[in-house]
């Protein structure tokens, strides 16, 4: 765009500003159908109005340009509250979008005609900028609910004094087990366990990779002084696990919870009467 022809851009944008903002919070009022008050559309749009027009004095057409942060920062925003607000990327688009609407009647005539066509370049490129805002924040919304939902289908459970149990459902991957660690070696130290049971009753298979993950999680019980029990070993996956050649060791498995948590008291009786016997007389 010619230098005159931003002059005169700016000028009608100036001039005219009251008009253009209001017309503009009226068209994004419509086609939100009342769910953002016209009083939170009126600052925002009337703050981006004010920043876009000093990023066209500064930086000319050139979206990219260090004199549309501003601009890039308020659409930033303004999209992740609208995706936190439930609104679908188009409906925020369409916010920007509609200054175009506003602006092709006062800018249609024939000496304006070139400045109109290239400003509304512009304002597809910030349009096309929401879009992309709009989708990095419901990725984030979706991953922190993912990490919500795994925090929830992890719980690790205290059964009876010295025990605590972890019943696992569905896929044990890396990123669950970490979780289930870190939760299981914080509850043996928050109530002072001594065994942990790690029910996989509701985990479909195992392979070697569920495998190597259950282990990983024993090791680190044990390194905190905790002695832990496999339970939910039903045939299928008791036949799975010697088809695969996958050796547990040392660790004890049990068939149910209810084996694994009757055990787990054994050891404890057979500790405290050994305890009492060291410590009795002689």
């Not at 600052?43 to 066209?56: I, P, S, T």
């Not at 942060?69 to 925003?77: C, D, F």
């Not at 490129?125 to 990725?139: F, I, Q, S, W």
């Amino acid at each position: 765009m010619a230098h005159d022809e931003t002059d005169r851009l700016l000028s009608l944008l100036s001039d005219s500003k009251d008009d253009f903002v209001a017309q503009w919070v009226r068209t994004v009022t419509s086609t939100l159908a009342g769910r953002v008050t016209p009083a939170e559309i009126q600052q925002d749009l009337g703050e981006l109005y004010e920043a876009l027009m000093r990023a066209l004095r500064e930086g000319g057409l050139a979206t990219r340009n260090e004199a549309y942060g501003e601009v890039r920062s308020m659409l930033t925003e303004l999209s992740r509250t609208r995706a936190r607000q439930g609104f679908s990327p188009t409906e925020t688009a369409i916010g920007v979008f509609a200054l175009k609407e506003v602006l092709e009647p006062a800018l249609s005539g024939t000496a304006e005609v070139t400045a109109y066509l290239q400003f509304a370049r512009v304002l597809d490129d910030l349009g096309l900028y929401t879009v992309e805002a709009h989708a990095k924040t419901r990725e984030e919304i979706i991953s922190a609910q993912a990490e919500q939902l795994l925090e929830l289908s992890t719980p690790v459970v205290k059964l009876w004094n010295g025990v605590v149990g972890v019943p696992l459902v569905g896929t044990l991957d890396s990123a669950r087990t970490q979780v289930v660690m870190e939760k299981l070696l914080q509850s043996l130290l928050d109530q002072n366990a001594t065994h942990a049971i790690v029910d996989i009753t509701g985990v479909p298979s195992v392979d070697t990779q569920v495998a190597q993950h259950l282990l990983k999680t024993v090791v680190a019980a044990r390194m905190m002084g905790a002695e832990c029990t496999i339970s939910g070993i039903r045939p299928q996956i008791a036949q799975t696990i010697v088809a695969l050649g996958i050796e547990f060791g040392d660790i004890t498995t049990k068939a149910t919870l209810a084996d694994a948590l009757r055990h787990a008291l054994q050891q404890i009786e057979q500790n405290n009467a050994a305890e009492a016997g060291i410590g009795g007389p002689a």
